[in-house]
């Protein structure tokens, strides 16, 4: 039987630290409209929350088994990957801070600190994985799933809530503007 070794250290934080040190601590909005660049990355943000959240689910579901230590290491490189591309966005949201409007600058310092937390937690998960595999039933390991679980779960409802937030303001716009009722 092949053991898969996860990978777990530098790469899986990296990208919170060059985003968090790319972009200045202050950053004033150029005006009151949406960003569409910035719009664009909450739905992709959104997106990768909703693949986080269901893999992360998966692998909460396995503590209910007896899947093998393969099947934990398979899910959690899975996992990583979708807080490495996580990271990605928040590093180009953060770039595109200066532009957003207030709302969505407020939705990009949000996310930060919880991809902050999932990463960490996805970090020791993978660390225990690798440290003693065989201890995948043990509650310190079913601890660190089960968290990543319920960050991944919040997070995809932060970012749902904020991309949602921006297609109402959008639609409540529109209808303003065929009911003139906007200067």
Not at 73 to 97: F, W, Y
Not at 100 to 120: D, F
Request: hydrophobic share 45%; aromatic share 8%.
């Amino acid at each position: 039987m092949k053991l898969y070794t996860v990978k777990a250290g530098f790469p899986l934080l990296a990208f919170i630290a060059a985003a968090y040190f790319a972009t200045p601590p202050t950053v004033v909005a150029a005006d009151n409209e949406d960003s569409p660049g910035v719009t664009s990355l909450l739905a992709d943000a959104k997106a990768e929350a909703v693949e986080l959240k269901t893999d992360a689910g998966d692998m909460d579901s396995f503590t209910r088994s007896n899947l093998s230590w393969a099947s934990y290491a398979t899910k959690a490189e899975m996992i990583k990957e979708h807080v490495n591309n996580s990271g990605k966005l928040l590093g180009k949201l953060q770039e595109a801070e200066a532009t957003a409007s207030p709302w969505q600058q407020i939705a990009i310092r949000r996310i930060e600190p919880l991809l902050r937390e999932i990463a960490a937690n996805t970090e020791a998960t993978i660390n225990h994985l690798n440290e003693d595999p065989s201890k995948i039933h043990f509650p310190a390991f079913i601890d660190h799933v089960k968290a990543n679980h319920q960050l991944a779960t919040a997070l995809e409802a932060l970012v749902r809530d904020f991309v949602s937030y921006g297609e109402a303001k959008r639609e409540l716009e529109r209808l303003g503007e065929t009911l003139e009722t906007t200067d």
